[in-house]
């Protein structure tokens, strides 16, 4: 079946412009994670939405990021203003989940985004 | 931080060697799953272990918990070029995930 998607695999920009990263996660998948991962560096959490709850978006860097789910499928990551230290690799990753206490299922990730910021 | 953290950080072995790489964290968890990692995108689900079991199997991987040292262990045997990558523990508090720094393997043929 189809894996979790994510548009564009690269992107290149211009210091001061907004992007917007898309992910389609796995039908049927309730729990979607943003990640960002820096060259050479591990993945470092920025937000989760799970079911029709408000997302954890505990892990944004800054005011300037931010992220929807519609219909809890899709979801877009918007990147306002960028800084060139905003450039990194940006992973979704989907997951099941149960409703109430989340139990934990493997996550299943995107190829991811490439940003770039010039 | 509950960021798991992964030893070594580089690790270089001939094929048909075997690959221990450790994580450490740092608060309770529910369970704790290694990923692998090629040329920096997406990440693949390698094994899953929780936190009442000790031990785990799955094809040449072998994954241990302590979770009174709050620690695991992944062991790849009889290693191949193929298994070249980053390996990257995760722990998770039921909501979230947290990934450590990743050990970056590699598998000389």
């Known amino acids: 079946g189809a894996g979790v998607s994510q548009s564009p695999s690269n992107k290149v920009t211009e210091k001061g412009k907004d992007v917007e990263l898309r992910c389609d996660p796995i039908s049927g998948h309730t729990a979607l994670y943003w990640y960002r991962q820096s060259l050479g560096q591990g993945l470092e959490f920025l937000i989760y939405?799970?079911?029709?709850?408000?997302?954890?978006k505990s892990g944004l860097p800054s005011d300037r990021f931010s992220a929807e789910r519609t219909g809890g499928s899709v979801s877009t990551l918007t990147i306002q203003r960028t800084q060139q230290e905003d450039s990194a690799v940006y992973l979704c990753?989907?997951?099941?989940?149960?409703?109430?206490?989340?139990?934990?299922?493997?996550?299943?990730f995107g190829p991811g985004t490439r940003l770039t910021v010039t | 931080s509950q960021q798991g953290e992964e030893d070594p950080q580089a690790l270089s072995i001939q094929e048909g060697e075997n690959a221990t790489m450790n994580c450490s964290y740092k608060?309770?968890?529910?369970?704790l799953q290694w990923y692998r990692q090629n040329s920096g995108r997406g990440l693949v689900h390698l094994i899953l272990?929780?936190?009442?079991?000790r031990e785990k199997h799955s094809g040449r991987l072998r994954v241990t918990l302590d979770t009174s040292k709050k620690s695991s262990s992944l062991l790849i045997t009889a290693s191949r070029a193929a298994d070249t990558a980053s390996y990257f523990c995760a722990t998770d508090d039921f909501n979230k995930f947290y990934f450590g720094s990743g050990t970056k393997l590699n598998v000389k043929p």
């Open positions: 272990i929780r936190s009442n079991e």
């Open positions: 939405f799970q079911g029709n709850s408000a997302p954890d």
């Open positions: 608060t309770s968890i529910n369970n």
């Open positions: 990753a989907s997951s099941v989940s149960l409703g109430g206490r989340t139990i934990s299922y493997e996550q299943y």
